[in-house]
């Protein structure tokens, strides 16, 4: 069993920062591709930003500039570093990732909440 369990979220006020984290437990020999992607009206899920297991890294067209993702390999950990944060970018946050299992899968997160607002 793999779980996926976000935290970071919060209010916060138009220009400042936040910095969501992500960590992946349970059975598994190996974690690949981690992202993150906004949930949208009608279930969607928009890509905020992705790494690979070397760290290499792609972002929304929104948040470039803005926000840069990284990840602690040795402990199996995404991160999400929000800065000049605007009211549009409000919305639960999830977590994905590519995993190394009882086969190759993607797993998610439940999200965690982000709140811009004055």
């Known amino acids: 069993q793999v779980q996926l369990v976000e935290s970071g979220g919060g209010l916060v006020q138009p220009g400042g920062s936040l910095r969501l984290s992500c960590v992946v437990s349970g059975s598994f020999f190996d974690i690949y591709a981690m992202g993150w992607y906004r949930r949208a009206p009608g279930n969607q899920r928009d890509l905020v930003a992705t790494?690979?297991?070397?760290?290499?890294?792609a972002y929304g067209d929104s948040v470039k500039g803005r926000f840069t993702i990284s990840r602690d390999n040795a402990k199996s950990t995404v991160f999400l570093q929000m800065d000049r944060l605007k009211p549009n970018d409000t919305g639960v946050y999830l977590c994905?990732?590519?995993?190394?299992?009882?086969?190759?899968?993607?797993?998610w997160g439940q999200g965690t909440q982000v709140t811009v607002s004055s």
């Open positions: 790494i690979t297991r070397r760290g290499n890294a």
């Open positions: 994905k990732a590519r995993v190394g299992s009882d086969g190759l899968a993607d797993y």
